[in-house]
Antibody
Framework: EVQLVQSGAEVKKPGESLRISCKGS????????ISWVRQMPGKGLEWMGR????????NYSPSFQGHVTISADKSISTAYLQWSSLKASDTAMYYC?????????WGQGTLVTVSS | SYELTQPPSVSVSPGQTASITCSGD??????VCWYQQKTGQSPVLVIY???KRPSGIPERISGSNSGSTATLTISGTQTIDEADYYC?????????FGGGTKLTVL
């Protein structure tokens, strides 16, 4: 069974750094891109960027380029989304999704709350 | 940047057909997929490559894409279909989601 399991909820202060994770299992992790998707409270889905775990090639949405970093460690089948300096506006649910063009499997989501 | 436009809400009576549109410049030249998201849950892929259904998705859910509009159609709508629906496409190497449509079955 294909599964993407994300790390747990985080509560951070503005200016702090954070890295959340998405671990794939049940398939060859290097075969499919992994995307990250943001959903702010009560809002829609926003594609942030993606990574090819086989060679760590990345693509970013212009809206998120420079604000987050996507990485992966194929040896442990895990993709990451990280911030160097969080803002209150980063408060949201973050999902990872598997797929090159459509996302056929999703993580359970990681809720990130940024508040002073 | 590329944009996909969906109606914020669609209402349908049980047993009737619901149609949710997604518009974008020359969208028919791109592959479109659709996701269903119920409250408090992760999205689920219901249509990919315009009109293909993943395993486990009922035949009453279908998709089409032509010109500048893609359409998700749910026939014989049931209360379990009540959810938010999002279209998604790619513009070069960037993914784009529509704003989402809340489907109400009443």
């Amino acid at each position: 069974e294909v599964q993407l399991v994300q790390s747990g909820a985080e509560v951070k202060k503005p200016g702090e750094s954070l890295r959340i994770s998405c671990k794939g299992s049940g398939y060859r992790f290097t075969t499919y891109w992994i995307s990250w998707v943001r959903q702010m409270p009560g809002k829609g889905l926003e594609w942030m960027g993606r990574i090819d775990p086989s060679d760590s090639e990345t693509n970013y949405s212009p809206s998120f380029q420079g604000h987050v970093t996507i990485s992966a460690d194929k040896s442990i089948s895990t993709a990451y989304l990280q911030w160097s300096s969080l803002k209150a506006s980063d408060t949201a649910m973050y999902y990872c999704g598997r797929g090159d063009y459509s996302f056929d499997s999703w993580g359970q989501g990681t809720l990130v709350t940024v508040s002073s | 940047s590329y944009e996909l436009t969906q109606p914020p809400s669609v209402s349908v009576s049980p047993g009737q057909t619901a149609s949710i549109t997604c518009s974008g410049d020359k969208l028919g030249d791109k592959y479109v997929c659709w996701y269903q998201q119920k409250t408090g849950q992760s999205p689920v892929l219901v249509i990919y490559e315009d009109d293909k259904r993943p395993s486990g998705i009922p035949e009453r859910i279908s998709g089409s894409n032509s010109g500048s509009t893609a359409t998700l159609t749910i026939s014989g709508t049931q209360t379990i279909d009540e959810a938010d629906y999002y279209c998604q496409a790619w513009d070069s190497s960037a993914g784009v989601f529509g704003g989402g449509t809340k489907l109400t079955v009443l």
